[in-house]
């Protein structure tokens, strides 16, 4: 099959709207000719092309492929700087965890200026047919490592990554932040007007990231506006008051609704905070894991108090970190009491912008083939211990095979972070109002003919969860779906009725079911 892609602005959703009714009859059929090639100048003398242009596009419409066709009219409509097509650099398709701005630098459109999105809605019916055969895959910050889900070898990219305006609200009680803008920039951004917004997880750390989470909920439940695009093209905004439904189902629904582009999120009460960062010996695991866990059973229900706690197989990290100015807080007395091989950053006060950058800076960054994959159980030390001693050798034996790199990361779930949610009005999640732990593991590895091989350890490592926490009676079902891979089906965990009230949601907002049917790939509903 012949690779073809282009990579357009979020404006070019408007375009992606209501597929036609030949859905499913693939991207790459030949696009219908000659009757087209006038459609195609009528259309073009209204945009004020040259008539040599004209003739040049025309020509190569009549031999065009719908995605090329879909790629050429992006680029007529909205200029050809704005628009980038094949053959481009392969490995921006490629490039799906950690991507420096820079390499998308052609890439020049600013979305949603009035310009193009106007040129888009006056499209003719035929110039948009061809558009709206064509899969396409979003990416925002472009984080999933899952192939495909925010890249597509033969179809539409819609790069969100040049949204990254940050902007605080006149009284600071929220922030507005596009969805290109990486959580590093909104912390430094917010930072001279003292305020902070409960963030995702840095993008390289895959811990950390829930840091204030126990006392405030999670990311998704300090929203309070959503701004997204529907299929149809119509922007809309989903909150408590409009569209709540749409609000409540983008709280862990993932890709299904929409587009979004514009978060609001609420500040929260913490500026100053304290915090210290550790590293201990692989060889201390097991003691690190008790530690961990006297802190989780006992000082965690201090919701001010949380822990960063990240394995590898050279060291383990572990960040302290206080919602408020302190001096080494007793609930952290049992890290205390285990000396570690070094005392990285000491007991010190600072900005919770720059703990998140700390912690950011202490984690390795590589451009290696990634996976991730996640599962959770309730809190018990005999479990983890044994898991972590099922994963070592297996960890080990890999890396001396392959190269590959792989963490193993616990993150506390205190019950207070869930009842935030529900306090918050609620999510599609379906978590148990109960303490647990949400388990992940990082895999950074370099060759594509290892990725069987790979990906088998982390497999075999969440069936082992699986095994001894059922066995045990400490089974949790959920997996969060930011750790998830590509196999696991995260939405499947959250319960009958939420995922009958998502796929309800979905069908009244997106009645054509263009975000499962067009889109690459995803935690889709219809996956389920
Ligand atoms: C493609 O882009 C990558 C990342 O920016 C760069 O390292 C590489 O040299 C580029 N390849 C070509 C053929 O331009
Ligand atoms: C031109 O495009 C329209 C869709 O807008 C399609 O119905 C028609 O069949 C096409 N013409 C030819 C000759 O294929
Ligand atoms: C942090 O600030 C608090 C309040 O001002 C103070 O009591 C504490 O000693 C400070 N901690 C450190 C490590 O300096
Ligand atoms: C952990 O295992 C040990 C021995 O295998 C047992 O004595 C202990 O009761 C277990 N603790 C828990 C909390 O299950
Ligand atoms: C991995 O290699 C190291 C160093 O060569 C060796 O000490 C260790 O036993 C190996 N581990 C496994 C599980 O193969
Ligand atoms: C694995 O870690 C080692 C040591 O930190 C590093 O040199 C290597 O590049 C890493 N490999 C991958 C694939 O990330
Ligand atoms: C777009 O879809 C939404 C949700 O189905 C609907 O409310 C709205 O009227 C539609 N807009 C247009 C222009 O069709």
Known sequence: MKSFYCIVGAVFTVATGVAAGTLGAGNTNIWPRADNVTAFSNFAKTLGLSDADIKTLGDKHAKATATELACMTAQCSLGITQVDTTPVNSTIVDENWYMESSSLAIIRLMFFDTGPRRVLNNLPASFCQPIRQVSFAVRSGGHSPNPGWSSIQNGILISM???????LSSDKSFASVGPGARWGAVYTALDPDKAVVIGGRLPQVGVAGLIL???????????KNFELVLSNGTVVDANAEQNSDLFWALKGGGPNF????????????VYEVWGQIMIYAPSQALDVLKAFDEWQLDGASDVKSSIALDISLDSITIGLVYAEPADLPSVFAPFYNLPPLEIAVPNFNTTFSAVNAILGASFPTTQARHDYRGCSSKINTNLTQDVYKFWLPKAQALHNATGANQTFALQHIGSNLVQQGIDKGGNALGLSVEDQQWWTTIVDWDSESDDDQVRAVSIETTAQWKKLSEERGLDIPFIYMNDASRDQDPIAQYGTDNINKLKQVASKY?????????????FLLSRI
């Open 161 to 167: 990554e040049k949204l990254t305006a940050i902007t």
């Open 213 to 223: 989470g126990g006392e405030f909920g999670l990311a998704a439940d300090n929203v």
């Open 510 to 522: 997106d009645p054509k079911q263009v975000f499962q049917k067009l889109q690459n790939d995803g």
């Open 258 to 269: 929409g587009i979004v582009t514009r978060y609001d999120l609420y500040t929260v009460p």
